[in-house]
């Protein structure tokens, strides 16, 4: 009995950590591309697709688990999620498609150079866009009572807000890559970038937690009535000051260039965890105000979960492919650490 309830909330978690790897390490490589139109050179270009060409791929992997956990853990919640959601999942994909032909085809061209730049980008950009969405719909919920229309209820303007916030973010994790991974005017200009994103992300983040709180009253409830309340208001207060340490240190990277100073190494890669951490703490509020659901006020995930049978047969594979997958990603970025350099060939 225990292990029949145990069993849905463990795949519950496995999604969402699912979810938490793709954001993190797909988020900054779709960053790069949405930053594309930000660097203006050719050398510029090269150095930005440079430095995600040997992981951009294995990234991936994150969002196809998701999707198979999704898929098989909770079939419900993706027959609904997917018919719901069906156009931004397929423009998504589109864009995804459109990037990674524009990595094949960018480092062998010579004239057709540029359309595989606006490939990039454009492909990152929709693709983030669509994912903000998607995100947008799973917070502000679903009318229940009109599912004849909900296949056009991503359509919002907090859905279309939510899609530039997640574009505003994972351009963040771009600029905290950049700072991490490159020397000199590249560097210095992903952290003055990164800056203002960041002003731009937190004043999303307030808006989106405002709008929750005034529309979604069992929300409101469990943020500010419940036993937890006191302990649910550090998210909050971690967040701010996450950003406050993170706005530091890229101000920090600036003033040492501006006055040819070294830039001290722990001042470079610790704003990629600032941010990866802001992203953490976001996405642990957005938990707090949605568990159990997977769909908000309708579908649970106990509601959602396959049988019993289904869950058992799926554990065996899980419990051999996430340590692989993590090794392997672990494996890639500790061969391919360090800054990037110049260099003339492809990847």
């Not at 029949?4 to 999604?15: E, I, K, T, V």
């Not at 050179?41 to 992981?55: G, K, N, T, Y």
């Not at 056009?152 to 997640?166: D, R, Y």
């Not at 706005?247 to 001042?267: E, K, M, P, Y």
Request: aromatic share 16%; glycine share 8%; hydrophobic share 55%.
């Amino acid at each position: 009995m225990e292990l029949q309830l145990g069993l849905p909330l463990f795949y519950f978690l496995l999604l969402g950590f699912a979810i938490l790897m793709y954001v993190l390490l797909d988020g900054f490589d779709l960053g790069i591309g949405i930053l594309y139109p930000w660097f203006n050179s050719d050398a510029e270009h090269d150095h930005l697709m440079r430095s995600i060409s040997h992981v951009w791929d294995g990234n991936e992997t994150w969002l196809v688990f998701g999707g198979v956990i999704l898929f098989g853990a909770f079939p419900a919640a993706y027959a609904s999620i997917a018919s719901m959601l069906y156009l931004p999942i397929m423009l998504m994909l589109i864009g995804l498609i459109f990037r990674g032909v524009a990595f094949e085809y960018r480092f062998k061209s010579q004239r057709s150079k540029i359309w595989w730049n606006r490939s990039f980008a454009i492909g990152s950009s929709l693709a983030a866009f669509c994912q903000g969405l998607m995100l947008g719909v799973l917070v502000q919920g679903v009318d229940a009572n009109n599912l004849a229309l909900s296949s056009l209820q991503w359509l919002t303007p907090f859905s279309l807000f939510t899609g530039l916030a997640v574009m505003a973010g994972y351009a963040l994790l771009a600029c905290t890559y950049l700072t991490m991974k490159s020397r000199g005017a590249i560097q210095q200009k992903a952290a003055r970038y990164g800056q203002r994103l960041l002003l731009f992300v937190m004043l999303c983040m307030l808006l989106v937690s405002l709008f929750t709180l005034l529309t979604q009253p069992e929300i409101r409830v469990r943020w500010f009535a419940g036993g937890y309340s006191l302990l649910l208001m550090l998210l909050p207060l971690a967040a701010g000051l996450t950003a406050r340490l993170l706005f530091r240190d890229l101000g920090r990277v600036q003033r040492q260039f501006a006055a040819d100073t070294d830039i001290n190494s722990r001042h470079e890669s610790r704003p990629f965890w600032l941010a990866a951490t802001l992203f953490l703490l976001a996405f642990a509020g957005l938990v707090v105000g949605l568990f159990p659901y997977l769909l908000p006020r309708q579908l649970s995930f106990y509601a959602a979960a396959a049988p019993n049978s289904s869950l058992t047969f799926m554990l065996p594979g899980i419990l051999i492919f996430v340590p692989l997958i993590l090794a392997y990603t672990l494996w890639g970025y500790h061969i391919f650490r360090g800054k990037v350099e110049d260099y003339q060939e492809g990847y």
